[in-house]
């Protein structure tokens, strides 16, 4: 079954700093990835995808993540976090169940950015 | 831009009432969602619909049911809620085949 793990509940980053949150995925073939953010009192909002090819990624806001097949892993990064990237971020895998998707997710990460 | 629309935002209501979840969305897509968040952020599928037919049924209590009346509405009813079922219910909507989901602000449920 598609599974996805997130180690790092809650991660403290000084303004200007770089991110860095983790994420291992479980599944049987090529999966898709996503990261996820849901800002205070808000739906998820999509920060980048990845689909089968460049396993480096760009999303929104400066983001970035790898797709790492050896690893299983799909790690998100910031070269500099702003105070406005204080909110919890999720990563998901996708799994195609007929004509829908079923997105399994972590259990978060919670960022707080530091002054 | 929200384009997935929940209503109500908030509601509060008594062990055994019964509650209904609004969403409907404008982008367009074939599928809908529902997801259950609890208080610790944990998001769940609960049910799916691509062009008002069920897809996805998760094993949810049974006083729990979704009604489509067509691909850009999907409204959650609970029939007799209980306190478990305080959490935020996230609608959302996709394209068939590409996993990536637009999703709605929520509706935070508090049960007393």
């Known amino acids: 079954a598609q599974s996805v793990t997130q180690p790092d509940a809650r991660v403290t980053v000084s303004e200007g700093a770089s991110l860095q949150l983790r994420c291992k995925y479980s599944y049987f073939g090529t999966p898709y990835l996503f990261w996820y953010v849901q800002y205070p009192r808000q739906g998820l909002q999509l920060l980048l995808k990845y689909y089968p090819g460049d396993p480096v990624v760009q999303g929104v806001n400066g983001f970035e993540a790898e797709f790492s097949k050896s690893n299983s892993s799909f790690h998100l990064r910031k070269a500099s976090v702003h105070w406005s990237d204080w909110a919890v971020y999720f990563c998901?895998?996708?799994?195609?169940?007929?004509?829908?998707?079923?997105?399994?997710f972590g259990k978060g990460a919670k960022l707080t950015v530091s002054p | 831009e929200t384009a997935v629309f929940q209503t109500p935002n908030y509601h509060v209501t008594q062990v055994g009432n019964e509650v209904s979840f609004n969403c409907k969305q404008t982008?367009?897509?074939?599928?809908m969602y529902w997801y259950k968040q609890d208080s610790k952020k944990l998001l769940k599928i609960m049910f799916s619909?691509?062009?008002?037919?069920?897809?996805v049924n998760e094993t949810v209590p049974r006083r729990f049911s979704p009604q489509s009346s067509d691909k850009a509405h999907l409204n959650l009813r609970i029939k007799s809620v209980e306190p478990e079922d305080s959490a935020v219910y996230l609608c959302?909507?996709?394209?068939?085949?590409?996993?990536?989901?637009?999703f709605g602000e929520g509706s935070k449920l508090t049960v007393l």
């Open positions: 998901a895998v996708s799994m195609q169940q007929g004509t829908g998707s079923k997105l399994s």
């Open positions: 959302a909507s996709s394209f068939p085949g590409t996993g990536q989901l637009y």
């Open positions: 619909y691509n062009n008002k037919q069920l897809i």
């Open positions: 982008l367009g897509h074939d599928t």
